[in-house]
C-alpha cells in the first residue's frame, strides 16, 4: 500500500445545508456514512448570511484535509470560498504532516502510519472538493471603528483588551465557550467582563465533541491519542479559524470594523523547512501570514474586515511585563494553562503543562508573583528548582534570556533582542495595525521595551 493509502481514513464528507433557529446554528455531516453534528450558539437569536453559514460549516474540516479524500457538499460555495478552503487544506496538511507525523509521531500515531520517505507531494494533500460554484452575494456593512477581540483568559487577549481600551477603542470581547473543560481556562475573565464590561459576547459550541468524533475516524491515530491527557492536540492546528468565523453574526450585528487575536511574537528564524516542505511550526492561525490571508478573503467577498495584533512584536516577557504593571486588575484574571481546575470555589492552573512552565518563567523572569493568578506555592518552589532542567514549547533565544534574568546572570544567555519591538514586514509589520490606533499602541509598548530591533542576515540587529 502506498503512504497516501495509509494516510487516507474518511473516504467521504458530505456536508447538509446548515439551518439556523432562533439563537442556534445546526451543521450536519455525513462521514462515511455516520451522521456528525455542529452547533453554534449566541446570546441573540442570529442572523448570517447563507454564504457565510455555509463557509462556516467548511472551516472545522479543514482540520482532517489529510486524512480525508473527499467534500462534497449539497449546497453551492463562491470561488473566494472555495479558493480559500483549498488554500487553507493545503497549509494545514502540511501542518499536521510536519508537526504531528514527522515531529512527534510515535507519541500520538501508529509506527505504521509515519512516513519514511517524507516528501512535499504527500504533505501538500487536499481532498477533492465536489461543491459547486455561485457569484458572491454577500453585502458589506455598516461599520463603527469597533473592534473585536477573541478572548480566551489568556495574557494575550487580557493585555490586548487593557491596551484598547487605554487608547480608546469601542472593544466587544468575543469568548468561544466549547463544551468540554477548556471554558475553565476561561470562565474567569468571561465572568468578570460580563458583570463589569460591557460588549461582552458568548459563542456555545459544541466544535470539541466535533473533533472528538472526527478524530475517532481518523485510522493513523493510536489509542494514546484518543484517550490519554496531553498539552497539544494530536490533529487539529486550524483552531482559530473556527472561533473568527462563527463570530461573523457579532461582526455585522455591532459594526466592527477589525478583529484582533491575541498573537504574541514569534522568532521566524525557527521555521526552518522540513524535508523540503514549508510549514509553520504548527501555528499558521496564529501567524501574520494568517492574518494578510484573512485580510485578502473578507476584502474579495466585500466585508473589507481588519484582522491584526497589538502583540506581535513583542514576546511573552514583555508582554506579562506590560500586563502585571499596567493593568493588574486584568492581570488577576490570567489562566493560561491547558488543565485549570476547581479547588474551593477558585480556578487553579496545574502548574506542570507547557503553558504554565511558559507562564511561570515568564512572571519569574520579571519578578512577579505567580500567586496573583492562583498558582500554589508547591509549584512555584518545584518550578524555582527546576527551571533549567525544563522543557520549554518557546524560541530558544527568549528562554535563553528569561533564565539569564531569572538567574541574575548567572545561567542562560543575555538576549537583548527579547526585550525590544521586533520589526519585520513579513513576520511582524506594526504597520498591519489599524491606522486609527497604531500610534497609540505603539506608544505604549514602547514604555516597557529597549528600542526597536529589525531582523538582518538572520540576527535581530
Request: hydrophobic residues 35%.
Amino acid at each position: 500500500m502506498q503512504a497516501r493509502g495509509k494516510l487516507s481514513s474518511i473516504e467521504k464528507v458530505r456536508l447538509l445545508d446548515p439551518e439556523i433557529r432562533d439563537d442556534l446554528i445546526s451543521i450536519k455531516y455525513v462521514v462515511d456514512g455516520d451522521e456528525v453534528q455542529l452547533s453554534f450558539s449566541y446570546d441573540f437569536p442570529v442572523t448570517m448570511d447563507r454564504q457565510d453559514l455555509r463557509m462556516l460549516s467548511l472551516i472545522p474540516l479543514v482540520n482532517y484535509s489529510l486524512f480525508t479524500e473527499e467534500i462534497e457538499a449539497e449546497f453551492p460555495i463562491t470561488k473566494q470560498d472555495y479558493d480559500f478552503i483549498k488554500n487553507m487544506m493545503v497549509i494545514n496538511s502540511r501542518e499536521i504532516y510536519v508537526n504531528k507525523l514527522l515531529k512527534r509521531g510515535q507519541e500520538f500515531y501508529r509506527e505504521e502510519y509515519i512516513p519514511k520517505s517524507p516528501n512535499e507531494e504527500e504533505a501538500s494533500h487536499c481532498p477533492i472538493l465536489n461543491i459547486d460554484l455561485e457569484p458572491n452575494t454577500r453585502n458589506d456593512f455598516k461599520k463603527d471603528g469597533s473592534v473585536a477581540i477573541m478572548s480566551s483568559g489568556g495574557k494575550d487577549s487580557l493585555l490586548t483588551y487593557g491596551i484598547m481600551k487605554e487608547v480608546g477603542a469601542n472593544v466587544f470581547p468575543i469568548f468561544v465557550n466549547e463544551s468540554g473543560g477548556h471554558w475553565k481556562t476561561a470562565s474567569v475573565a468571561y465572568d468578570h467582563f460580563q458583570a463589569n464590561h460591557e460588549n461582552t459576547l458568548r459563542i456555545w459550541t459544541t466544535v470539541d465533541r466535533f473533533y472528538r468524533k472526527m478524530s475517532s475516524k481518523v485510522k493513523a491515530l493510536n489509542d494514546r491519542a484518543l484517550t490519554a491527557w496531553s498539552d497539544t492536540y494530536p490533529i487539529r492546528l486550524f483552531i482559530f479559524p473556527v472561533y473568527i468565523f462563527s463570530s461573523i453574526p457579532y461582526y455585522t450585528k455591532f459594526g466592527i470594523s477589525g478583529v484582533m487575536k491575541g498573537d504574541e511574537f514569534d522568532d521566524p528564524r525557527g521555521f526552518p523547512p522540513e524535508y523540503g516542505i514549508k510549514h509553520y511550526y504548527g501555528i499558521y492561525d496564529q501567524m501574520q501570514t494568517f492574518d494578510l490571508a484573512l485580510n485578502s478573503y473578507f476584502n474579495s467577498i466585500g466585508y473589507n474586515l481588519k484582522f491584526y495584533s497589538a502583540l506581535r512584536n513583542i514576546t511573552g516577557t514583555v508582554e506579562e511585563r506590560i500586563l502585571f504593571n499596567r493593568y493588574p486588575e486584568l492581570a488577576k484574571l490570567q489562566r493560561s494553562c491547558h488543565s485549570c481546575h476547581d479547588e474551593g470555589g477558585q480556578i487553579v492552573p496545574c502548574g506542570r503543562c507547557t503553558k504554565c512552565d511558559g507562564i511561570l518563567l515568564f512572571l519569574s523572569a520579571n519578578s512577579l508573583d505567580p500567586r496573583i493568578i492562583n498558582y500554589k506555592e508547591q509549584d512555584i518552589l518545584d518550578f524555582s528548582n527546576t527551571y533549567l532542567e525544563r522543557k520549554f514549547r518557546l524560541d530558544e533565544d527568549e528562554m535563553q534570556h528569561a533564565r539569564y534574568l531569572i538567574s541574575k546572570g548567572s545561567k542562560g544567555t543575555y538576549k537583548e533582542h527579547v526585550e525590544k519591538i521586533h520589526e519585520d514586514p513579513e513576520f511582524s509589520d506594526s504597520q498591519l495595525i489599524d491606522g486609527m490606533w497604531r500610534d497609540k499602541v505603539m506608544a505604549i509598548l514602547k514604555e516597557y521595551t529597549k528600542g526597536t530591533t529589525h531582523l538582518e542576515n538572520g540576527e535581530w540587529t
